[in-house]
């Protein structure tokens, strides 16, 4: 059974630092990669960033140079750190692995930048 729980998430002003966090108690998404993605209100769901398991990283141009996706396979978690905030950063992030054919999400957490 995957679960993955996202935390983190909070209101930040404008120009403003969070660290998200992805755990994965049961250990099953060592070996593969993992994905943050974002969901706005009113909009689709958009992809942020992406981690190999061989720790190479990819990601969004809204995101490149303030983001950093990284992960800690000794804790099973997966960090998305944002600096330099936006108002238009303000969305539901939530983490994803793909195992197989199968998408597994967390639940969300909530980011929300405004001053």
């Excluded at 490149?64 to 600096?83: C, D, E, P």
């Excluded at 998408?103 to 909530?110: I, R």
Aim: aromatic share 10%; glycine share 12%.
């Amino acid at each position: 059974q995957v679960r993955l729980a996202e935390s983190g998430g909070g209101l930040v002003q404008p120009g403003g630092s969070l660290r998200l966090s992805c755990a994965d108690p049961g250990s099953t998404f060592r070996g593969y990669a993992m994905n943050w993605h974002r969901q706005a209100p009113g909009k689709q769901r958009e992809w942020v960033a992406r981690i190999g398991d061989d720790g190479r990283t990819n990601y969004a141009d809204s995101v490149k140079g303030r983001f950093t996706i990284s992960r800690a396979n000794t804790n099973n978690t997966v960090y998305l750190q944002m600096n330099s905030l936006k108002p238009e950063d303000t969305a539901v992030y939530y983490c994803n692995v793909r195992i197989g054919p199968t998408d597994y999400w967390g639940q969300g957490t909530q980011v929300t930048v405004s001053s």
